[in-house]
Nanobody, 118 residues
Framework: VSLVESGGGLVQPGGSLRLSCAAS????????MRWYRQAPGKERELVAG????????NYADSVKGRFTISRDNANDTVYLQMNSLKPEDTAVYYC????????????WGKGTLVTVSS
């Protein structure tokens, strides 16, 4: 089982990044997919989640209207489009797979660092 995030990096405030998470080794299409993040000195928090077919989506209040989660079940990949980035979005972003929309995480990725700074 593998979840591999990519697309992180350094971006200026107001900029955009698109994170990708490539899954392998499990039945991607039957798992809810989520993005979490953990900022330095803070607990890990849920950023966004998307149901199996993409019809149900939720976002943390702090990213609503700026971030968009999507998935490509044909290619076992989930994305996080991040626009209007702020310094407080700086964190390690993790991809995760869960068995239910509100259920516990089954698989975790290792994370990708996003730094928003001028």
């Amino acid at each position: 089982v593998s979840l591999v995030e990519s697309g992180g990096g350094l971006v200026q405030p107001g900029g955009s990044l698109r994170l990708s998470c490539a899954a392998s080794g499990f039945a991607f299409g039957v798992y809810v997919m989520r993005w979490y993040r953990q900022a330095p000195g803070k607990e890990r928090e849920l950023v966004a989640g998307i149901s199996l077919g993409g019809s149900r989506i939720n976002y943390a209040d702090s990213v609503k209207g700026r971030f968009t989660i999507s998935r490509d079940n044909a290619n076992d990949t989930v994305y996080l489009q991040m626009n209007s980035l702020k310094p407080e979005d700086t964190a390690v972003y993790y991809c995760a797979a869960a068995g239910g929309f509100s259920g516990p995480v089954t698989y975790w990725g290792k994370g990708t660092l996003v730094t928003v700074s001028s």
